[in-house]
C-alpha cells in the first residue's frame, strides 16, 4: 500500500479509547508484514522490535481516536476521518519513514504504540515499564499533530473532579435544605475570578469545565452536584493547585490526572512550536529521551471536520527519516 491507500486503511478500523483491541491488532498484523517482532501487551499496547537488534530509535505515537468514529473520505489534498492527523496519519508518516531507514540499512528501530492517551495515558504508563524500553533506552520520536514542528515545551494538566454535598428537601422551604449546586456555582465563580499563574514561554494557565452534574428536579434541592475540570497547566502543579484551593469554600476537590509541563530539548535546524495540548511524554521520558513532532493541525483534531494534508504526510515522512538517523547519531554519542 501507498501511503494514501494505507492511511485510509487505518482510518477505517475504528479505535476509539478502551476499544483499540481491534485497530492493535491490524497494526500487529502491518509491523509483522514490514519485518519487525512484534508484542500486544493486555492493554493492547503494540511493541514492534527489530530483532535481538538494541532498539535505538523508537517511533512512538497513541493509538486511540475520541469519539465519534467517521470513515475516511478524500477531497485533493485532504483526508477526512477520525484520527486522519491524531493521529494515524502521523502513523503512516511513521511506517513510511521507517520503510526507507530499513531499506538503507537503519538498524535498531522500532514502533511503541499505546492506548488511552486521550482519557488516563495508562497505554504510556505501562510502556514505560517495559523491561525491553527500560533496559535499551531509546530515543523516542513520538507523534503528535505539530504542523511537523518540533515542539520545545507544552502545558502541562491538572484534571479535578469538583464535588459538592446539599440536603434534598422541598425547596419552597430554604430552612429545610441546602442545594449543592449552589455550592458548585459559586466555586466556579470564585475560579473564574482568579488570575492563575503564567509563563514567559507557555503563556497563561487556562482551564474548561468540561463536565457538570447534579440535582433532581427544579423544586428540589440539589442533594449533590459534580463538575469536571480540565486544567492547562504553564506551572508546576503545585503553584496552581494552591491558588485553587484557597477559594475552594464548601467543595471537594479530588485530583484526576496530573503531570507539570514538559520543556524538551529539540535538535537545531528544525523549526520548532510550544503547544498547549497534553501528550503522553512525561511518562516515556522516564525511559528516554522525547522529540515531539508530527504532521497534521491540531486545532482540526477532535473536530468533525478532522483531516490531514497529503503534502504535510509526506513532508512527515522525510522529516521522521531524518530525526531517526539524527536521534540514533546522538545516542551513539551519549
Known amino acids: 500500500m501507498n501511503d494514501l491507500e494505507l492511511l485510509q486503511y487505518l482510518i477505517e478500523c475504528p479505535s476509539l479509547s478502551g476499544e483499540e483491541g481491534p485497530y492493535a491488532s491490524l497494526l500487529a498484523t502491518l509491523l509483522r508484514e514490514e519485518g519487525f517482532v512484534v508484542e500486544v501487551d493486555e492493554s493492547s499496547n503494540v511493541y514492534a ?66 492506548v488511552e492517551e486521550e482519557t488516563t495515558h495508562d497505554g504510556a504508563r505501562l510502556a514505560a515499564q517495559h523491561p525491553r524500553l527500560k533496559k535499551e533506552q531509546p530515543h523516542f520520536i513520538l507523534c503528535e499533530p505539530t504542523g511537523n514542528r518540533v515542539v520545545r515545551a507544552q502545558k502541562g494538566v491538572l484534571k479535578i473532579r469538583v464535588r459538592s454535598v446539599g440536603k434534598a428537601a422541598h425547596s419552597a422551604y430554604p430552612d429545610r435544605g441546602h442545594s449543592a449546586i449552589h455550592d458548585l456555582v459559586a466555586f466556579l465563580g470564585r475560579l473564574a475570578e482568579l488570575k492563575l499563574p503564567s509563563d514567559l514561554l507557555l503563556g497563561p494557565t487556562t482551564y474548561n469545565i468540561g463536565l457538570i452534574s447534579g440535582g433532581v428536579a427544579a423544586n428540589v434541592f440539589a442533594p449533590e452536584a459534580e463538575a469536571v475540570l480540565m486544567i492547562r497547566l504553564t506551572r508546576p502543579i503545585a503553584d496552581v493547585l494552591a491558588v485553587i484551593e484557597g477559594v475552594q469554600g464548601n467543595v471537594q476537590l479530588e485530583i484526576m490526572t496530573q503531570n507539570d509541563p514538559v520543556h524538551y530539548d529539540p535538535p537545531e535546524g528544525f523549526e520548532s512550536c510550544e503547544v498547549s495540548f497534553n501528550t503522553d511524554a512525561h511518562l516515556l521520558k522516564e525511559v528516554g529521551e522525547v522529540w515531539l513532532v508530527g504532521p497534521g493541525e491540531i486545532e482540526v483534531a477532535h473536530s468533525a471536520h478532522e483531516h490531514i494534508k497529503l503534502s504535510e504526510l509526506r513532508r512527515g515522512i522525510d522529516l521522521y527519516h531524518d530525526l531517526a538517523l539524527l536521534a540514533a547519531e546522538k545516542k551513539e554519542l551519549s
Open 49 to 114: 522490535f527489530d530483532g535481538d537488534q538494541a532498539t535505538r530509535v523508537a517511533f512512538s505515537t497513541h493509538i486511540d481516536t475520541v469519539p465519534p468514529f467517521f470513515p475516511p473520505r478524500l477531497e485533493g489534498d485532504l483526508v477526512y476521518g477520525r484520527g486522519a492527523c491524531d493521529t494515524k496519519g502521523g502513523l503512516v508518516s511513521m511506517i513510511m519513514a521507517s520503510r526507507r531507514l530499513r531499506t538503507n540499512g537503519f538498524k535498531g528501530l522500532g514502533f511503541v504504540l499505546v
